[in-house]
């Protein structure tokens, strides 16, 4: 992974207008001082993204919490860009988010869904974007079931690319948005204990979650039937854990409980889904375990019931709601600092 030294970052609001095309007014990817932009060009995943540039998303995402809880949510930072949101896959709080967040940015906004356009008369990926981007496209979001395809995005078309969940590989802004949710409650990381539990596998969350949270110092354990769990993690610094409970005795500041994704899945990574319950699932009993003031997390969507039950999901430790929220500020700073804003100033390289 870079390390890189900490930009300055002038005295800027993230609520100046970017202009212009996005795609030329991105930063190049370097090595240099980035003056509060992002050195990243996309955003692909968060292995390999360096702790400055995640902080600057932070930073950002904090002032542009601030725009959200105003009569008038909309800045006109992207005013000009066009926006284009092509999911191939079913999502709810990432399509919503990206879009709304799109929307305060004050971007025109398209939205492509797979199943209503031609890649259902056999399109492929390439020619469906060459002709979106024949309509003077800046951005694109893209989820997709395979694994790499906003990676192969970015050697196609001139766009920034962000990337809404690629397969089983990364959830970049959902990686984010966890990180700011635990970032705004203790504001540094290093120390702090993270465990995720369930199917890491088969989760892009976790994936994100990991690369990012390691980055920032957090300690990160993660749980779950050793069929579910990839042994190479491991070798990344990660604490493996197939026993809930003893997971638990090491003490924990923050679960982030993952989803049992059954569409993913063959039955054979688990004998029933009770089991799994009754082995793994988060109810009161292990959230008291949980160290004080601890945050319970959960990326959505829920199985109520079998990862987490009712009482801990609505709980007084849950911020499982703060994310979503916390997702759409987040989501607006990428956006503004991928198109070439600058951070806004704030605890960087504390
Ligand atoms: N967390 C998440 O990605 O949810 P959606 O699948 O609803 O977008």
Same mark, same amino acid.
């Given at each position: 992974?870079?390390?890189? /030294?900490?930009?300055?970052?002038?005295?800027?609001?993230?609520?100046?207008?970017?202009?212009?095309?996005?795609?030329?007014?991105?930063?190049?990817?370097? %090595?240099?001082?980035? %003056?509060?932009?992002?050195? #990243?060009?996309?955003?692909?995943?968060?292995?390999?993204?360096?702790?400055?540039?995640?902080?600057? #998303?932070?930073?950002?995402?904090?002032?542009?919490?601030?725009?959200?809880?105003?009569?008038?949510? /909309?800045? +006109?930072?992207?005013?000009?860009?066009?926006?284009?949101? @092509? $999911?191939?896959?079913?999502?709810?709080?990432?399509?919503?988010? $990206?879009?709304?967040?799109?929307?305060?940015?004050?971007? %025109?906004?398209?939205? $492509?869904?797979?199943?209503?356009?031609?890649?259902?008369?056999?399109?492929?990926?390439?020619?469906?974007?060459?002709?979106?981007?024949?309509?003077?496209?800046?951005?694109?979001?893209?989820?997709?079931?395979?694994?790499?395809?906003?990676?192969? @995005?970015?050697?196609?078309? &001139?766009?920034?690319?962000?990337?809404?969940?690629?397969?089983?590989?990364?959830?970049?802004?959902?990686?984010?948005? &966890? #990180?700011?949710?635990?970032?705004?409650?203790?504001?540094?990381?290093?120390?702090?204990?993270?465990?995720?539990?369930?199917?890491?596998?088969?989760?892009?969350?976790?994936?994100?979650?990991?690369?990012?949270?390691?980055?920032?110092?957090?300690?990160?354990?993660?749980?779950?039937?050793?069929?579910?769990?990839?042994?190479?993690?491991?070798?990344?610094?990660?604490?493996? =854990?197939? %026993?809930?409970?003893?997971? !638990?005795?090491?003490?924990?500041?923050?679960?982030?409980? !993952?989803?049992?994704?059954?569409?993913?899945?063959?039955?054979?990574?688990?004998?029933? @889904?009770?089991? =799994?319950?009754?082995?793994?699932? #988060? &109810?009161?009993?292990?959230?008291?375990? !949980?160290?004080?003031?601890?945050?319970?997390?959960? *990326?959505? *969507?829920?199985?109520?019931?079998?990862?987490?039950?009712?009482?801990?999901?609505?709980?007084?430790?849950?911020?499982?709601?703060?994310?979503?929220?916390?997702?759409?500020?987040?989501?607006?700073?990428?956006?503004?600092?991928?198109?070439?804003?600058?951070?806004? +100033?704030?605890?960087?390289?504390?």
């Amino acid at each position: 992974m870079t390390k890189t /030294k900490t930009a300055d970052t002038p005295a800027e609001t993230p609520h100046q207008s970017v202009s212009g095309n996005a795609a030329q007014n991105r930063p190049a990817q370097t %090595d240099s001082a980035t %003056d509060g932009r992002l050195r #990243i060009r996309h955003l692909l995943g968060l292995e390999g993204v360096c702790r400055e540039d995640i902080e600057r #998303i932070l930073t950002t995402a904090e002032s542009f919490k601030e725009v959200l809880d105003r009569p008038i949510k /909309k800045v +006109p930072p992207l005013r000009g860009q066009t926006v284009v949101n @092509l $999911f191939y896959e079913p999502s709810t709080r990432t399509r919503i988010s $990206f879009e709304l967040a799109e929307k305060r940015l004050s971007a %025109d906004v398209v939205n $492509f869904t797979a199943s209503t356009s031609s890649v259902t008369k056999g399109e492929s990926l390439r020619d469906t974007v060459k002709n979106i981007l024949a309509m003077r496209t800046d951005v694109i979001v893209i989820r997709h079931p395979s694994p790499g395809a906003p990676h192969f @995005l970015t050697r196609a078309t &001139d766009a920034i690319v962000l990337n809404a969940g690629d397969g089983s590989h990364e959830h970049p802004t959902q990686g984010l948005l &966890d #990180i700011y949710t635990i970032w705004e409650r203790w504001r540094d990381l290093r120390g702090k204990r993270v465990l995720i539990v369930g199917d890491v596998a088969h989760s892009r969350v976790a994936r994100s979650n990991i690369w990012g949270l390691l980055t920032m110092g957090a300690e990160v354990a993660i749980c779950g039937p050793a069929t579910l769990i990839p042994r190479s993690f491991s070798d990344y610094g990660v604490e493996v =854990y197939t %026993d809930i409970d003893k997971a !638990l005795d090491r003490g924990v500041d923050a679960i982030n409980v !993952l989803r049992i994704q059954r569409e993913r899945q063959g039955s054979a990574f688990l004998p029933s @889904l009770r089991e =799994y319950s009754r082995l793994f699932g #988060i &109810d009161s009993e292990r959230a008291r375990r !949980l160290r004080p003031g601890a945050l319970v997390m959960h *990326p959505g *969507p829920m199985n109520r019931g079998v990862e987490i039950t009712s009482e801990v999901a609505d709980g007084a430790n849950s911020v499982i709601l703060d994310q979503v929220t916390n997702g759409l500020a987040v989501r607006m700073a990428a956006l503004y600092l991928l198109c070439g804003g600058q951070a806004t +100033p704030g605890r960087e390289g504390e």
